[in-house]
Nanobody, 125 residues
Framework: QVQLVESGGGSVQAGGSLRLSCAVA????????MAWFRQPPGKEREGVAS?????NTNYADSVKGRFTIDNAKNTLYLQMNSLKPEDTGMYSC?????????????????????WGQGTQVAVSS
């Protein structure tokens, strides 16, 4: 059974940094696409960043230049720098086995088969 488990969330002041981790268990292959999504309070879930099996990346415009997605063996990361209050939200990692992270599909949550439970990020001004 595939499991994704996030960690690394917390409370920081604006301008600070956090590094989120998503540990993958129960899957011995490389996912076609992995991504980080977030859901700000009272708002819809949105895609933050994605990475495919060739390590091509996509970023939401709101985080470009501040966030970096990368992966190592069995773990997906999101390095978040220069955090802003609007980055506050529940951050979840997601993965799918077959659909690539192209520019038209990586932010579509229904494309992802597996989800973690989320980790909360709170940025104060």
């Amino acid at each position: 059974q595939v499991q994704l488990v996030e960690s690394g969330g917390g409370s920081v002041q604006a301008g600070g940094s956090l590094r989120l981790s998503c540990a993958v268990a129960g899957y011995g292959y490389t996912f076609a696409c992995m991504a980080w999504f977030r859901q700000p309070p009272g708002k819809e879930r949105e895609g933050v960043a994605s990475i495919d099996s060739f390590e091509n990346t996509n970023y939401a415009d709101s985080v470009k230049g501040r966030f970096t997605i990368d992966n190592a063996k069995n773990t997906l990361y999101l390095q978040m720098n220069s955090l802003k209050p609007e980055d506050t939200g529940m951050y979840s990692c997601a993965a799918n086995r077959f659909i690539r992270c192209d520019s038209g599909s990586w932010q579509m949550a229904p494309n992802f088969e597996y989800w973690g439970q989320g980790t909360q990020v709170a940025v104060s001004s």
